[in-house]
């Protein structure tokens, strides 16, 4: 069986651009959640890693930075 590379290759680009887009949005609410936290608003930074986290359940960064924000805040 071969591949149509007539629908594969424009399928295969758009999952790509989908996935890229994703990524960039968990990364935003991570940075934002770093700028709330170095201005001292650390129960906003909280709700900005966690949402990082619904969008990419494995990003290590916005887990520490939430495990470590809700240390402080506690």
Do not use: C, V
Request: no cysteine; proline share 4%; hydrophobic share 40%.
């Amino acid at each position: 069986m071969r591949l149509n590379h007539k629908y594969f290759s424009p399928l295969l680009s758009t999952l790509l651009f989908a996935a890229s887009l994703f990524a960039q949005k968990d990364a935003q609410y991570l940075y934002d959640g770093n700028d709330l936290y170095r201005n001292g608003k650390i129960p906003e930074a909280s709700t900005k890693y966690a949402r990082a986290l619904e969008l990419n359940p494995n990003n290590r960064k916005a887990n520490f930075n939430l495990a470590d924000a809700l240390y402080k805040n506690a």
